[in-house]
């Protein structure tokens, strides 16, 4: 039976911040509602879980697997072939992707013309489809080859130069540099912005710092609060102001 809540669907999902997130914001603005945690261990139990529910956001590992089970998805969703965000309208399941909206908000006002995306999983199309969509030019380069997904693998990339390094890989959260050190310093050079999508590891931000002063760093904090705030708009149909966003980062650095 549907409820009024919310909440995130994933496993694991006991570090998640985005219950502190959405449940600053009912209360920041007196929606009555609940966001809670999901654990679902196996995906056969996924749409039963979800249909408990008047909106759940979708993270690992099930971003992939749940656009099979929704009724509709939205344009994005179709192409990238991943949702984060499920709407449930007495039934009927409509998928979105906020972290592409998620992933560029930060960086919306940066002059980029070529980007490097390392990495090739499911938050590297997120990125590729935002980047697409903003006319910037992008090389995709991954550790092993993917099927369904150009991006190259033995590139000498030292005779690139690019305004912004992306680490989409998961490297950084077991404290590795996606790329071969020497490789990295040279990329670094020559950047303006390094982003990484994980937060709370900076390995990688501070390589790039490290071997160029002058460089930006963006790490995924940001885009966790900001693909938030567009799946709280789906749910409750108003996007947080500024200060409400700026209190979520704030509690959740
Ligand atoms: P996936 O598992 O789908 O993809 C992981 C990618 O990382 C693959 O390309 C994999 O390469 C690569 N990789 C893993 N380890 C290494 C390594 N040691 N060296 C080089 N490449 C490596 O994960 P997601 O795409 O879903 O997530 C990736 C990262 O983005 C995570 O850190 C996640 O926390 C973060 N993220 C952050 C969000 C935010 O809101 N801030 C939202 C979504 C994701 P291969 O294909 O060869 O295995």
Known sequence: MQNNNFGVIGNPIAH??????HNFWYEKLNIKANYEKIL???TKDLKENILNYKGVNITLPYKEDVINIVNE???????IKAANT???????LKAYNTDIFGFFEPIKNENIK?????GAGGA?????????????NIKVINRSKKEDFLCEVDTNLKEFEFDILINTTSASLNNLLPLNED???TLAKNAKIAYDLAYNHDIFLDF???HNKNIKTQDGLDMLVYQAALAFKYFCGIYPNEDLINGAKKLII
């Open 208 to 210: 790039c710092k490290t």
């Open 124 to 136: 590297a199309r997120a990125v590729y489809y935002a980047l697409k969509e903003n006319n910037i």
């Open 40 to 42: 679902v261990t196996n």
């Open 86 to 92: 499920i709407i449930n309208d007495n039934g009927f």
């Open 183 to 185: 490789v990295l310093k």
């Open 114 to 118: 070529n980007a490097l995306i390392i």
């Open 16 to 21: 998640s911040k985005s219950p502190i997130i």
């Open 73 to 79: 998805q939205s344009q994005e969703v179709k192409i």
